[in-house]
């Protein structure tokens, strides 16, 4: 059964705090992204990644980094938190020419 | 540059009643269209795709037509059941790389 999976589900930070949001996925997908969803606005494409060490900006990197140092890991930084980084994170994963695969998230709280 | 617009945010219907929930897209490229629905606490899981002008696809009893003319990929239910309550989100993209999705309508089913 084809997986994405988010660690951790939900987590609670305070303002300037280091966050590390780690994805896995079990089907040798090549590409993979960052969203955060928030209400009213869908979901937003921080990082587009292509392989081990081949990383795009999506459209809101600012206050975010990544890292993909094997093909199947790929995590989300934030660097000092902020509050209005509160949101919910997906990664996900794309199979050649077919769907993308959706991790069932982590709701990050920044207090 | 490329977006994708849907405007309803909430739709309320009661059970058995049919259902239509806008797409509209803007592109400078021959799109890839689909819907993604989201379960309450669950990742977005693809419902429909399609790519080609003119022809509907279909997907557990909803269906899409993409409309290259009118630049519309709107989904459509014949009969809406409590099961069905769920967010929906709308994305295009060049190809199946990648997704620039719309903002979601949350559709509720009542009994």
């Known amino acids: 059964d084809m997986k994405v999976t988010q660690m951790p589900r939900y987590l609670i930070k305070r303002m300037g705090e280091n966050v590390l949001l780690e994805c896995g996925q079990d089907?040798?997908?090549?590409?993979m992204y960052w969203y955060r969803q928030d209400p009213g606005l869908g979901l937003q494409l921080i990082y587009i990644?292509?392989?081990?060490?081949?990383?795009s900006e999506g459209d809101i990197p600012k206050g975010y980094r990544v890292s993909r140092k094997k093909r199947e890991h790929f995590s989300l930084i934030l660097d000092s938190a902020k509050t209005n980084q509160t949101s919910v994170y997906f990664c996900?994963?794309?199979?050649?020419?077919?769907?993308?695969?959706f991790g069932k998230g982590t709701r990050l709280t920044v207090v | 540059g490329d977006s994708v617009t849907q405007t309803e945010g909430l739709v309320t219907l009661t059970k058995g009643l049919p259902v239509m929930l806008n797409c509209t897209y803007q592109?400078?490229?021959?799109?890839?269209l689909f819907w993604y629905v989201q379960h309450l606490n669950e990742a977005p899981k693809l419902l429909l795709k399609s790519s080609t002008d003119n022809k509907r696809t279909e997907h557990q009893g909803f269906y899409a037509t993409l409309h290259k003319s009118s630049s519309s990929f709107h989904l459509q239910k014949s009969s809406v059941q409590l099961s069905d309550s769920a967010l929906y989100f709308c994305?295009?993209?060049?190809?199946?790389?990648?997704?620039?999705f719309g903002s979601g309508t949350k559709l509720t089913v009542e009994p």
């Open positions: 990644s292509y392989d081990v060490d081949s990383n």
């Open positions: 089907m040798s997908h090549e590409t």
């Open positions: 994305a295009s993209g060049p190809n199946y790389n990648v997704l620039y």
């Open positions: 996900a994963s794309r199979r050649d020419s077919t769907e993308v695969f």
């Open positions: 592109t400078t490229y021959s799109p890839f």
